[in-house]
């Protein structure tokens, strides 16, 4: 049975989790995700053989989802960027031992404390692995509070699949955002953990670790772990492409900033303008396919973000040098209006034309 409920982007979060299976939630608050803690302390204990700590740290929570996920439990933590960036060390830990959780990332204005206003510079330190080591992680990218509720079923279904953390990254509007969700009924997928420390239990014990002094053995998990990662970049590959066999020139934008720039869209293509948009689901693995489909037609790429340029980099090596990539960018917590978007694409279209002459 589905029921429409009009509710928040992080209290979205909190019911996707709850109705994945999630059995423990280790987290600190920070804004702009804390109304998520407040939803989950209250909800969470309620449910038989689930428990929520708010812990004394973001190091110490990160490190309490390890050994949470180290037993096979479902395990989610949440934060805001500068949290995020105290859990780094906690989140290669858990890539070295393959170990599944969700991170919840509601990103915010930077570098260093910044503001809590909503901020995509978070880009760089999500995709290339912000921690230490040969790691990489499965980031999903929602741009509705539907969507904050839908891929939260998505991101623990590829943690246990996987056996590696996924992360969620919104931004401080998604977070604080109300709109309606449709509360479909999602079958979660059970998936076997023969590799959890669940107790001897009359078989032989199992060790969870990333330690491996042995130059040979590193060498070998980390050429394993990558193994991995072709698959997900083979299978797991998410975008939205809206574009026709008349698309002259491409957006490129994701979260928040996908929706701006879709109202952009229509009003330029009222005008006469024939432009599309891919917007990145997962930003990795990121979409590159979809750009090799478009690069030897469209005239120009637009790459849209809230930070100084950190995406575009990504499209800039999807595009191969085929067509011209440009940016444009608002930071600090400005979010810019559909009506800017469009002058800022026309500018650009315009720029490209007179090169064409």
């Known amino acids: 049975m589905m029921e429409k409920v009009l509710m928040k982007g992080t209290e979205a979060i909190g019911v996707g989790a709850i109705r994945s299976g999630c059995k423990i939630y280790c987290g600190y608050p920070i804004t702009p995700q804390s109304e998520l803690l407040a939803y989950l302390a209250k909800e969470l204990p309620q449910i038989e053989g689930a428990s929520f700590i708010q812990s004394e740290s973001e190091i110490a929570a990160i490190n309490m989802i390890y050994g949470a996920a180290g037993t096979g439990a479902r395990a989610m933590t949440s934060s805001s960027s500068p949290g995020i960036s105290l859990k780094q060390e906690g989140i290669s830990y858990i890539a070295g031992a393959e170990l599944p959780c969700v991170i919840i990332n509601a990103s915010r204005g930077g570098p260093g404390l910044g503001s809590i206003q909503p901020a995509q510079s978070d880009y760089f330190q999500a995709t290339k692995g912000g921690g230490h080591g040969d790691y990489r992680m499965i980031v999903l990218a929602p741009k509705s509070v539907q969507e904050m509720y839908d891929y939260t079923f998505v991101a623990f279904d590829l943690a246990d699949k996987y056996r590696t953390p996924v992360m969620l990254m919104c931004d401080g509007a998604l977070s604080q955002l109300m709109e309606p969700v449709v509360l479909s009924d999602t079958k979660v997928v059970q998936y076997e953990k023969n590799w959890a420390t669940t107790g001897a239990k009359g078989r032989k014990p199992v060790l969870v670790s990333s330690l491996r002094i042995e130059p ?142």
């Open 216 to 357: 040979a053995e590193l060498e070998e998990h980390v050429d394993h772990l990558f193994e991995k990662y072709a698959e997900i970049m083979k299978n797991e590959v998410r975008y939205e492409s809206v574009c026709n066999e008349k698309t002259e020139y491409v957006v490129v934008a994701y979260g928040i900033m996908a929706r701006i720039a879709q109202t952009a869209i229509s009003k330029l293509r009222q005008e006469g303008i024939e432009i599309g948009l891919i917007r990145p689901i997962t930003l990795w693995p990121f979409p590159q396919q979809a750009f090799a489909e478009l690069s030897d037609k469209v005239k120009l790429f637009i790459t849209l973000e809230l930070n100084k340029g950190q995406m575009v980099e990504d499209v800039r090596l999807a595009v191969n040098g085929k067509k011209e990539v440009t940016f444009y960018g608002r930071c600090g917590g400005m979010l810019p209006t559909p009506d800017e978007i469009a002058e800022v694409i026309k500018s650009k279209i315009s720029g490209v034309k007179k090169c064409n002459k």
